[in-house]
């Protein structure tokens, strides 16, 4: 067994700054830690979210995939609001506001590829990725 005491969601990217400055401006916060074209990590309660430009020796690994296979869902107060922003940030979710039986949701992307779900939640529920 694994005694895990800490996790959290790690994205890999050559284009880390541009990252970065997405989801600082997305987010509203700056990373806790930072370290300029190698590591960022934004802290809230619940979850920490790395970015991390991989060392030229792991590019490998990384260079093969074609579409990120992740889905990170922001829980969102408003979800029109929250698509504003988006767009005044130049990231136009491709896609239509979809009812699900958890809440209303939109996919939008970051300038790596990766989803993003804006979730607004049914009566204050938690996002529930399982029907993702």
Request: hydrophobic share 40%; charged share 15%.
């Amino acid at each position: 067994m694994v005694q895990c005491t800490n996790a959290l969601v790690t994205i890999a990217s050559v284009e880390i700054n541009r990252l970065v400055t997405f989801y600082s401006e997305i987010l509203g916060v700056q990373p806790a830690k930072y370290i300029q074209n190698v590591y960022a990590e934004f802290q809230f309660p619940g979850l920490q979210l790395a970015i991390f430009k991989p060392k030229e020796t792991h590019l490998h690994e990384f260079e093969n995939s074609q579409k990120s296979t992740m889905s990170l869902c922001l829980e969102v107060g408003n979800l029109e609001d929250a698509l504003a922003y988006l767009t005044t940030l130049g990231y136009s979710p491709p896609g239509e506001i979809i009812t699900a039986s958890h809440g209303r949701e939109i996919y939008a992307y970051d300038p790596d590829g990766n989803r993003l779900i804006l979730h607004q939640a049914k009566n204050n529920e938690t996002c529930f990725l399982a029907n993702h």
